[in-house]
C-alpha cells in the first residue's frame, strides 16, 4: 500500500527565506507526483506536476524536484512572501487516472 | 484551462434532509471524477471514484447508499448526502481529471457542510 509522508507537518519563516519543504514515497512505481497548495477552507491548487519520466519541473519561484528511485520529492520555494502561507500536499498516483495518495501535508507561514 | 466548478460553497441543512453537491468541469470533458472528505487540520480522504455512465467505486468504509453519486455526463458529477446527520458535517472536495496523459488533476473550490 502507498504511503505518502510529508516533513515537516509545519514551518515558520521569516520573508525572504528560501525554504524546502520534503515528500516521501513508499512505493517507486509511480505514475506521476503533483504538489498541491491549500488555502484555509478552500480546495486545492495544482502548483506542479511532475511525470515519473521527469527529474524536475519550475514554475516561477517554485522548483520541484523528483527522484523516483530514492521514493522522495522535494518542493523548493526560492525568496518566500506572507502570500505563500498555506498547506502544501503531495500526492502521487500509480497509473494513468488512478486515484491520488495524498501526505498529511505541510503548513507553511511566511512571516512578515 | 482546466477549471472545476463546485457549488455550493458552503450549506447549512436540518438533520435528516439530504444535500446535493454539484461538480461541473467547465473547459475540458473528464470521464473520471472523484470525491473527497477532509476533517479539519488533516489530508483528503478519498470517498468515492465517480465514473461516467457507470456505478461509482466507493471506498471502503463509505456508505453508498449515504453518499450517493451521479455521473450523468462528461462535465457534472453530484454528490447527494442522503439523511444527512451532524457527524456528516466536513468539507468536501471534488477533482476531475482531464481525459489526456499530460494533465494531473484539478479541484473544486470545495463545499463546507454543516449538519444541525
Known amino acids: 500500500k502507498q504511503e505518502v509522508t510529508q516533513i515537516p507537518a509545519a514551518l515558520s519563516v521569516p520573508e525572504g527565506e528560501n525554504l524546502v519543504l520534503n515528500c516521501s514515497f513508499t512505493d517507486s512505481a509511480i505514475y506521476n507526483l503533483q504538489w498541491f497548495r491549500q488555502d484555509p477552507g478552500k480546495g486545492l491548487t495544482s502548483l506542479l506536476l511532475i511525470q515519473s519520466s521527469q527529474r524536475e519541473q519550475t514554475s516561477g519561484r517554485l522548483n520541484a524536484s523528483l527522484d523516483k528511485s530514492s521514493g522522495r520529492s522535494t518542493l523548493y520555494i526560492a525568496a518566500s512572501q506572507p502570500g505563500d502561507s498555506a498547506t502544501y500536499l503531495c500526492a502521487v498516483n500509480v497509473s494513468w487516472g488512478s486515484r491520488l495518495t495524498f501526505g498529511e501535508g505541510t503548513q507553511l507561514t511566511v512571516n512578515p | 484551462g482546466a477549471v472545476v466548478s463546485q457549488h455550493p460553497s458552503w450549506v447549512i441543512c436540518k438533520s435528516g434532509t439530504s444535500v446535493k453537491i454539484e461538480c461541473r468541469s467547465l473547459?475540458?470533458?473528464?470521464?473520471?471524477m472523484f470525491w473527497y472528505r477532509q476533517f479539519p487540520k488533516q489530508s483528503l480522504m478519498l470517498m468515492a471514484t465517480?465514473?461516467?455512465?457507470?456505478?461509482?467505486?466507493?471506498e471502503q468504509g463509505v456508505e453508498k447508499d449515504k453518499f450517493l453519486i451521479n455521473h450523468a455526463s462528461l462535465t457534472l458529477s453530484t454528490l447527494t448526502v442522503t439523511s444527512a446527520h451532524p457527524e456528516d458535517s466536513s468539507f468536501y472536495i471534488c477533482?476531475?481529471?482531464?481525459?489526456?496523459?499530460?494533465?494531473?488533476?484539478?479541484f473544486g473550490s470545495g463545499t463546507r457542510l454543516t449538519v444541525v
Open positions: 477533482s476531475a481529471r482531464r481525459d489526456s496523459t499530460n494533465y494531473g488533476y484539478t
Open positions: 473547459d475540458f470533458q473528464a470521464t473520471t
Open positions: 465517480s465514473n461516467e455512465g457507470s456505478k461509482a467505486t466507493y
